[in-house]
T-cell receptor
Framework: ETGVTQTPRHLVMGMTNKKSLKCEQH?????MYWYKQSAKKPLELMFV???????ENNSVPSRFSPECPNSSHLFLHLHTLQPEDSALYLC??????????????FGNGTRLTVT | GQNIDQPTEMTATEGAIVQINCTYQ??????LFWYQQHAGEAPTFLSY??LDGLEEKGRFSSFLSRSKGYSYLLLKELQMKDSASYLC??????????WGAGTKLIIKP
């Protein structure tokens, strides 16, 4: 039990589909994050929410749309994706954003394959 | 630009000691993190260094030299379960995390 739960674990979708990734944290943290992890590449920050407000959009294409209804839940809505979007999508939370010693707690990720 | 360098892959023997290095060039510094990620699982937090020196936590230790832009993670008494990727990340002056690509550690019996 990592304290951060992501569903689904695996997702295969066509380029015309619409799907959503879900993340829930049970740690009482104030900040939540979406990261993209591709093989042999550094983690790429996509979005940050602090107290439900988006504080970072790291030049992510509009085919990725985040939603944060409350401090415990985070969604990533996907539509008209490209094959190069295939990757592991990780959700994370931290007690606070922009604080030195506030480590990230990650979920197990959603392995996304775009066909 | 900002950059984190760490070896792509390392191999070590069960029971031995291994040192995973991380060098960084960032705009400012507000701490360095090490995470462990087993295949198909979440990265998990191992250590945080903000001052120079060695921090020890059981079999794992992390060292930082801010003047050299250098850190290492030292793993002692290696066990098969230590086979994983180890991620180095630096928090810059804007409190943004800059990530390395990770070091895949393979432990052989």
């Amino acid at each position: 039990e990592t304290g951060v739960t992501q569903t689904p674990r695996h997702l295969v979708m066509g380029m015309t589909n619409k799907k959503s990734l879900k993340c829930e944290q049970h740690l009482g943290h104030n900040a939540m994050y979406w990261y993209k992890q591709s093989a042999k590449k550094p983690l790429e920050l996509m979005f940050v929410y602090n107290f439900k407000e988006q504080t970072e959009n790291n030049s992510v294409p509009s085919r990725f749309s985040p939603e944060c209804p409350n401090s415990s839940h985070l969604f990533l809505h996907l539509h008209t994706l490209q094959p190069e979007d295939s990757a592991l999508y990780l959700c994370a939370s931290s007690q606070d954003e922009g604080v030195g010693n506030s480590p990230l707690h990650f979920g197990n990720g959603t392995r996304l394959t775009v066909t | 630009g900002q950059n984190i360098d760490q070896p792509t892959e390392m191999t070590a023997t069960e029971g031995a000691i291994v040192q995973i290095n991380c060098t960084y060039q960032t705009s400012g510094f507000n701490g360095l993190f090490w995470y462990q990620q087993h295949a198909g699982e979440a990265p998990t937090f191992l250590s945080y260094n903000v001052l120079d020196g060695l921090e020890e936590k059981g079999r794992f230790s992390s060292f930082l030299s801010r003047s050299k832009g250098y850190s290492y993670l030292l793993l002692k008494e290696l066990q098969m379960k230590d086979s994983a990727s180890y991620l180095c990340a630096v928090m810059d002056s804007n409190y943004q995390l800059i990530w390395g690509a990770g070091t895949k550690l393979i432990i052989k019996p």
